[in-house]
């Protein structure tokens, strides 16, 4: 992206930053590594940083009915992709009533804005005026063009039209509840470092900091408002860490006591790790495949003053693996991600409809191989952040079968919710038992 004059605190700034992470992420670049590719974007102050992001996965929830509406709007695909991704910027976050309460900005500073974000970017001076065009037709005919846009799933839904039929089949009864929660922007959930502090005291510590927080699970706190997670209190001495109310479910689920050998395969960045010995002193492997996700988990560690033995390798094989039993394995396995999408809108603009099947085939592989790692009458967890129950029950199912698994309770499939007092992930849970030889 071409240096320009624009202020890195203005909107211009900000709406030509997400478009060309908008454009990354249609050509198949998740979008945090989108925004990182964004020249510019780590040199900007963090209030900067924060108003592309914040614009990026607006975007990126509002996708569908943003490129529905631009179909409407011009007779051919506005080209470069940033040029797309610009508009849907724009239109995203001008697609509302004049007077809606709590909207970042003001409609027409969007427009202007707009257009001087295309002005002042050689790849997109070209089409400053159509950009201008667009904006001000859409702001004229908004609700016509809204309500012939409706008509497409994917404009009421704001989801590719496979997944929306994908999750109707699956979901019957409850589709529309899950796409919906799925669009809302999640709270800040924090886990208590039983270790360090309880929640009843660290509630209080929120409360002398004027923080508006409540409890939501045996060690989960949900902050009213979102925090910059640097400035959360007792954050940096390793009080709480950032992490799902259902997630938070794995580490109790395991089961693991004082002494034991565990294993957490594919472990970065190390949520559950960190959770898992926070709750006893553990002989603990975290393995995964990237040694840059291991390098972050270490850092996490470091943060909750917590050790474990990192490995780099490949939890399909046993390339990596010293050749003594474990007690407890941790899987939480590779997926589709269906079910953070609040947190992660991007995800259902990169899968494809295969990548279930073909995912679903390569955790099937790593479920087998880790089963062989553990000792008779130990544990096994299997977790995925999936929805589609080809990776998630089905998969559970066929696992248990295949290897003579005693299957024992766990919560299985987690919807999505999106209340003041059940507020998670879509995650789930199957624990099995290793009988004994």
């Not at 478009?19 to 992420?25: F, P, S």
């Not at 899950?178 to 929640?199: D, K, M, Y």
């Not at 299997?382 to 299957?407: D, G, I």
Request: hydrophobic residues 45%; contains cysteine.
């Amino acid at each position: 992206m071409a240096r320009t004059d624009l202020k890195p605190d203005s909107l211009a700034f900000t709406l030509r930053s997400a478009a060309h992470a908008v454009a990354l992420v249609r050509s198949g670049t998740a979008l945090p590594k989108a925004l990182t590719r964004v020249q510019g974007y780590a040199e900007t102050l963090p209030q900067a940083r924060g108003a592309i992001q914040d614009v990026a996965y607006r975007t990126m929830r509002g996708l569908g009915r943003a490129e529905v509406l631009l179909g409407l709007l011009t007779t051919r695909a506005p080209e470069p992709a940033a040029l797309h991704g610009l508009l849907c910027c724009a239109l995203t976050l001008i697609d509302r009533d004049a007077d809606e309460v709590n909207a970042p900005y003001e409609i027409f500073t969007v427009v202007n804005q707009a257009v001087e974000a295309a002005s002042a970017d050689p790849a997109m001076a070209h089409a400053k005026g159509m950009v201008n065009a667009v904006l001000r037709r859409f702001l004229r005919e908004r609700p016509q063009l809204v309500a012939i846009a409706l008509r497409q799933p994917s404009a009421e839904w704001n989801y590719p039209d496979w997944w929306i039929e994908s999750m109707r089949s699956a979901y019957p009864q409850d589709w529309q509840a899950i796409l919906r929660a799925g669009n809302v922007i999640p709270p800040l959930i924090l886990r208590v470092n039983h270790r360090r502090t309880t929640p009843t005291d660290y509630l209080a510590l929120l409360a002398s900091q004027q923080i508006d927080a409540h409890q939501v699970g045996p060690d989960a706190i949900r902050l009213e408002r979102a925090v910059p997670v640097l400035q959360i209190p007792g954050f940096a001495e390793g009080l709480v860490s950032v992490q799902d109310a259902a997630a938070q479910l794995a580490a109790p689920l395991l089961d693991a006591h004082d002494g034991m050998r565990v294993l957490d395969a594919c472990a970065a960045p190390g949520g559950k790790t960190g959770h898992l010995l926070e709750r006893a002193d553990l002989m603990l492997t975290a393995l995964d495949s990237d040694p840059r996700r291991l390098k972050r988990l270490e850092e996490n560690l470091q943060r909750l003053n917590l050790s474990a033995t990192l490995v780099a390798g490949d939890a399909s094989n046993t390339d990596w693996w010293d050749g003594q039993l474990y007690d407890r394995i941790l899987a939480d396995v590779p997926c589709t991600a269906s079910g953070i999408l609040r947190r992660h809108p991007d995800i259902r603009w990169l899968r494809r409809k295969a990548d279930t099947g073909q995912l679903a085939t390569l955790s099937a592989r790593i479920l087998d191989n880790l089963w062989r790692l553990l000792k008779p009458n130990g544990k096994l967890l299997f977790v995925t952040c999936s929805l589609w129950p080809q990776e998630s029950e089905a998969q559970a199912a066929a696992f248990a079968m295949r290897n003579k698994a005693e299957r024992l309770t766990a919560p299985g499939q987690l919807m999505p919710t999106a209340t003041t007092d059940d507020d998670h992930d879509g995650l789930f849970y199957a624990l099995f038992r290793k009988p004994e030889d």
